[in-house]
């Protein structure tokens, strides 16, 4: 079995500030999205990167991916 780089732990407590300092913390929209027509906040922490991608289709309807 190949070594693990990042324990469960370090990739779940990175998750995790990744999304509170993206769409749930209220974080700043990408100025540049990779994605036409979508929302993307953008949350990186040394050579980890954290895109929460969204996009409105209606009202009550939204097509979100978090990468």
Not at 46 to 67: F, P, R
Request: glycine letters at 8%.
């Amino acid at each position: 079995m190949a070594e693990r780089l990042f324990s469960r732990e370090q990739i779940y407590a990175f998750i995790d500030r990744a999304g509170k300092a993206t769409y749930a913390g209220g974080g700043a929209e990408s100025e540049q999205p990779e994605r036409s027509g979508f929302k993307e906040l953008e949350y990186a922490e040394g050579e980890w990167s954290y895109i929460d991608s969204l996009q409105a289709i209606t009202d009550l309807e939204v097509w979100n991916c978090e990468i």
